[in-house]
């Protein structure tokens, strides 16, 4: 069955300091693989997809995030965070069908001056 | 373009009660979705829509009821409402063709059943 873990439940970083977060999947063939933020009290926003292709995506907002294949990962970066990237981050894997899109549970980042 | 809009933002029900949930789109999408959301549990797929007339459900479905008579709208309906139903609901909208899964959500609505 498909399944998306994000093993970090919360992450508090310093503004410009390097960021990662997690993702791992489960899915019997190569998945859609998704990034989306979601600011407080706001919906989900795409950041960024992964469908096939160059393993490294890019998105908006400066974050890219890289899909590896042997790991069944696909971790979300960025250089250097900004106070703005305080959200709620969320991967998503999606199969074969509309109905087959499971979404993690989530990561919130938190970001110190 | 207002994109997804949900209505409304925020609602107190009764146990047993009843109401809807409303949701719009301008982008002319084929797909739309309703979403709940828990804390610790990501978003889970409640009911969606490939299309006007036809919907089918998603991984949690019981107690709520949809329709799609245009393309616009997808009202999301409790039909006796449960403490248990206390979530934030979201909808979401995508092309259905190209890249038919990226989706557009709404804002969200923050629901109580006491």
């Known amino acids: 069955a498909q399944s998306v873990t994000q093993p970090d439940i919360h992450i508090t970083v310093s503004e410009g300091a390097s960021l990662e977060l997690r993702c791992n999947y489960s899915y019997g063939a190569t998945p859609y693989l998704f990034w989306y933020v979601q600011s407080p009290g706001q919906g989900l926003q795409l950041l960024l997809k992964y469908f096939s292709g160059d393993t490294l995506v890019q998105g908006i907002k400066g974050f890219e995030a890289e899909f590896k294949r042997s790991q069944s990962s696909f971790n979300l970066r960025k250089p250097s965070v900004h106070w703005s990237d305080a959200a709620e981050y969320f991967c998503?894997?999606?199969?074969?069908?509309?109905?087959?899109?499971?979404f993690g549970p989530g990561t919130s980042l938190s970001v110190i001056p | 373009n207002a994109g997804v809009t949900q209505t409304p933002k925020f609602q107190v029900l009764k146990t047993g009660q009843s109401m809807t949930l409303q949701c719009a789109q301008d982008?002319?999408?084929?797909?739309m979705s309703w979403y709940r959301q828990d804390p610790g549990m990501g978003l889970r797929l409640i009911h969606y829509?490939?299309?006007?007339?036809?919907?089918d459900q998603g991984e949690v479905p019981n107690g709520y009821n949809v329709s799609r008579s245009t393309t616009e709208d997808f009202p999301l309906r409790l039909l006796s409402a449960a403490p248990s139903q206390t979530s934030v609901y979201f909808c979401?909208?995508?092309f259905g063709q190209g890249d038919p899964y990226e989706q557009y959500f709404g804002p969200g609505t923050r629901l109580t059943v006491t």
């Open positions: 979401a909208s995508s």
């Open positions: 982008m002319n999408h084929e797909y």
């Open positions: 998503a894997v999606e199969g074969t069908s509309y109905d087959k899109v499971i």
């Open positions: 829509s490939v299309g006007a007339g036809i919907t």
